[in-house]
C-alpha cells in the first residue's frame, strides 16, 4: 500500500499544535489520535495504533498538543487540552487540510489524556466513533473518583467506542472500565500492561485497533 507522510503545524488560540500525517491510497476514513500527559508520541499502544489503522486504510493525523510543541513537560487542565484539539481536527479536513480529499467517517481517539479529550469533544468535531487508548478512568489507589461520565458522553451520543485496556492499569483495568460503562461490552479489549502498555503488547494493540475500526464501519 503507497503511503505519504507528512508533518503540519496548524494554529490553536492557545498556540501552534503539530499533526504527523500519513494518508494511504484511496483512504477509507479518517482517524485523529491524540498522545497521553506525557511528554510522548511514541508511546507503544499509539505507534501500533497508527500502523494498524494504516494497514487497514485509514488516514491517520497523530496530533501533539501546543503544550508538546512547546516543548512543555506536563499537559494543561481539561479544557486547555480541548480548546486546541477542536480547532486542529477541524483543520484536517477544512479547506486547505492535509485529509482535505479525504472522504469517508471521522473517528477520534488518543492514549490516556487524549482518550479523554477525544470523548468530551467527540460531538462538537462530528466524530462517527471514539476509540480510547489506556482510558485513565480513575487516579490509582481513588476509584470513587470516576471518570466514566466522560466515557458516556459518546455513548449517550450514540457512538460506538472501544476501549484497548491494559490488563494491570493501576488507572483501572478493563473489567474495572466495563463494570463503569456496561454499553461496552464486546468493545473492551485487554491487551498486556499497566497504564504503559508493555512492548510485547504491541500486536495485541494493533489488532483490537483493526477489529475495532472494522467494527465502526460496520456501525458507519
Do not use: N, Y
Amino acid at each position: 500500500m503507497t503511503t505519504s507522510a507528512e508533518v503540519v503545524e496548524l494554529a490553536t488560540p492557545v498556540g501552534l499544535g503539530r499533526v504527523h500525517v500519513t494518508r494511504p491510497r484511496a483512504a477509507r476514513g479518517v482517524l485523529a489520535l491524540g498522545h497521553g500527559a506525557g511528554p510522548s508520541i511514541t508511546t507503544v499502544d499509539l505507534v501500533a495504533a497508527v500502523e494498524s489503522a494504516v494497514g487497514a486504510g485509514w488516514a491517520v493525523a497523530l496530533v501533539e498538543q501546543p503544550w508538546l510543541v512547546a516543548g512543555g513537560r506536563v499537559a494543561p487542565r481539561p479544557p486547555v487540552l480541548d480548546s486546541a484539539w477542536v480547532p486542529l481536527v477541524a483543520a484536517l479536513r477544512g479547506r486547505g487540510g492535509p485529509l482535505a480529499r479525504v472522504r469517508g467517517p471521522l473517528v477520534v481517539g488518543g492514549r490516556s489524556a487524549g482518550a479523554r479529550v477525544a470523548c468530551r469533544t467527540a460531538g462538537v468535531v462530528g466524530a462517527g466513533a471514539v476509540l480510547c487508548l489506556s482510558f485513565p478512568l480513575h487516579a490509582p489507589g481513588k476509584p470513587h473518583v470516576s471518570r466514566a461520565d466522560e466515557l458516556g458522553v459518546p455513548l449517550g451520543a450514540g457512538l460506538p467506542v472501544h476501549v484497548v485496556q491494559g490488563e494491570r492499569d493501576p488507572f483501572g483495568g478493563p473489567a474495572e472500565v466495563l463494570a463503569a460503562q456496561p454499553a461496552l461490552a464486546g468493545r473492551v479489549h485487554p491487551v498486556p500492561g499497566t497504564h504503559t502498555i508493555a512492548r510485547a503488547g504491541g500486536p495485541l494493540v494493533a489488532e483490537a485497533v483493526r477489529l475495532a475500526l472494522a467494527d465502526l464501519l460496520f456501525w458507519e
